[in-house]
């Protein structure tokens, strides 16, 4: 199960990538894993006309995506053939181009890039800006806008946690744990949308004590055996 969250709080940010894409300016998305980079850009997606790549490690898997995206038809798969034309198709197209869980840069991938800064608006999501992280691109990002993500504070993780009540996906009763919540998510949305998963089971009663440390447990039991059956909330029913 993967939960839809409400999406909350990053109004700063949403303002800011707004006036940015309205500018044309190449903008660099930083933040941790799980701080809700994709969850941000897909809110701008519904909002601004993006073109999405949610895979951007590999050549072959950019191309495809963008391809794909452009509704352009299938071609011969040499990447030397398809380049050109997508180069050509996002000019043409005109629209802004996110680059999604962007990593190590090869050279092929980062001159890639770069033939695509040239032609139209670029914006990357990256963990890091360091160039032994993120690789050859490095020296392109003197050309780009920053724009960090940082985890949640209390205060928006109460408010998503009443969202999420409010629609009916988790408990009324995990309004009395959100300090817990916040503490053992450390601010991160993707964390905090997993225990909400755990939550939407219904197996774990909050009114028993240790119902928080199973909670977390299946948590990180679902991270390891997905298909797990939650043993952890499955032994709080046994008699």
Same mark, same amino acid.
């Given at each position: 199960m993967s939960l839809q969250l409400?999406?909350?709080?990053?109004?700063k940010e949403v303002a800011r990538l707004t006036q940015l894409h309205g500018q044309r300016k190449h903008v660099l998305i930083l933040g941790p894993a799980g701080v809700g980079k994709s969850a941000l850009v897909a809110r701008l997606c519904q909002q601004l006309p993006l073109l999405l790549c949610p895979h951007s490690?590999?050549?072959?898997?950019?191309?495809?995506?963008?391809?794909?995206?452009?509704?352009?038809?299938?071609?011969d798969g040499k990447?030397?053939?398809r380049k050109p034309r997508l180069r050509a198709a996002l000019a043409t197209a005109g629209k802004t181009v996110v680059f999604d869980g962007l990593g190590w840069t090869?050279?092929?991938?980062?001159?890639?890039l770069e033939s695509v800064m040239q032609r139209v608006p670029v914006w990357l999501c990256a963990r890091s800006e360091h160039s032994w992280d993120i690789g050859r691109f490095?020296? +392109?990002?003197? @050309?780009?806008?920053?724009? &960090? =993500?940082?985890?949640?504070?209390?205060?928006?993780?109460r408010a998503l946690v009443e969202a999420t009540v409010k629609r009916g996906i988790i408990p009324p009763e995990?309004?009395?744990?959100?300090?817990?919540?916040?503490?053992?998510?450390?601010?991160?949305? +993707?964390?905090? @949308?997993?225990?909400?998963? &755990? =939550?939407?089971?219904?197996?774990?009663?909050?009114?028993?004590?240790?119902a928080l440390r199973r909670l977390d447990l299946d948590r990180r039991i679902h991270e390891v055996l997905p298909t797990a059956n939650g043993p952890a909330a499955q032994a709080a029913q046994a008699p």
């Amino acid at each position: 199960m993967s939960l839809q969250l409400p999406f909350v709080s990053r109004r700063k940010e949403v303002a800011r990538l707004t006036q940015l894409h309205g500018q044309r300016k190449h903008v660099l998305i930083l933040g941790p894993a799980g701080v809700g980079k994709s969850a941000l850009v897909a809110r701008l997606c519904q909002q601004l006309p993006l073109l999405l790549c949610p895979h951007s490690e590999h050549l072959g898997e950019v191309c495809d995506s963008l391809e794909a995206g452009l509704r352009l038809p299938a071609v011969d798969g040499k990447l030397t053939k398809r380049k050109p034309r997508l180069r050509a198709a996002l000019a043409t197209a005109g629209k802004t181009v996110v680059f999604d869980g962007l990593g190590w840069t090869t050279p092929k991938l980062s001159f890639f890039l770069e033939s695509v800064m040239q032609r139209v608006p670029v914006w990357l999501c990256a963990r890091s800006e360091h160039s032994w992280d993120i690789g050859r691109f490095w020296t +392109l990002l003197v @050309r780009f806008e920053r724009v &960090e =993500l940082h985890s949640f504070r209390l205060a928006e993780t109460r408010a998503l946690v009443e969202a999420t009540v409010k629609r009916g996906i988790i408990p009324p009763e995990t309004r009395r744990i959100v300090e817990w919540l916040h503490r053992r998510s450390a601010g991160l949305p +993707l964390v905090l @949308r997993k225990l909400f998963e &755990e =939550l939407a089971t219904g197996y774990h009663d909050l009114s028993n004590p240790l119902a928080l440390r199973r909670l977390d447990l299946d948590r990180r039991i679902h991270e390891v055996l997905p298909t797990a059956n939650g043993p952890a909330a499955q032994a709080a029913q046994a008699p």
